[in-house]
C-alpha cells in the first residue's frame, strides 16, 4: 500500500448491482465521490476496493457502462488521493487497514461494523444530476 502520511484512511466500495441498476446514475455518483474524495485529499486517503470477480458480469450486460467505470478508475489514479485494489483476498485486511468505510452495503460493510469502525452507507439518490 502507499504512504498515507498520517491521513484517515477510507475503504470505498461500489457494487456491480448497484452499478448495473442506477448505470448513468451510478456513474455520475461515483464521479461526485472522486470530487469530494479530491476536496478532502490533503486529510484522507482512499482504498478503492474493485472487486474483479465481477469484470466479465459488468462488461457482458453493460458494456458502456463498463468503460465509463473505468475511466473513472482512470481519473482516481491520475489525482493521486488514493489506491485500487483489486485483489479480493485482501478483503479483510482492507477492513484491518482502514479507520472508516464508504459505498455500497454488503460485506465489507458490515465487516467494518462489526470492527467498530464507522461505516457510511452511499445514497444513489443524493446526486446532484439525478435524471427523473
Sequence with gaps: MSDYNNKKIL????????LLAHKTNAIKKINE???IFLQSKDKISILWYHNPQLDEYIKERSPEIWNEYLALEDRFQDCNIGTIIKDSSKEDSLVEECDAYYGSGGYLATSCANS???????????????SW
Design 116 to 130: 467498530k469502525k464507522p461505516v457510511m452507507i452511499q445514497d444513489i439518490s443524493t446526486t446532484s444530476c439525478l
Design 33 to 35: 465521490t472522486l470530487d
Design 11 to 18: 475503504l470505498y466500495y461500489f457494487s456491480s448491482s448497484e
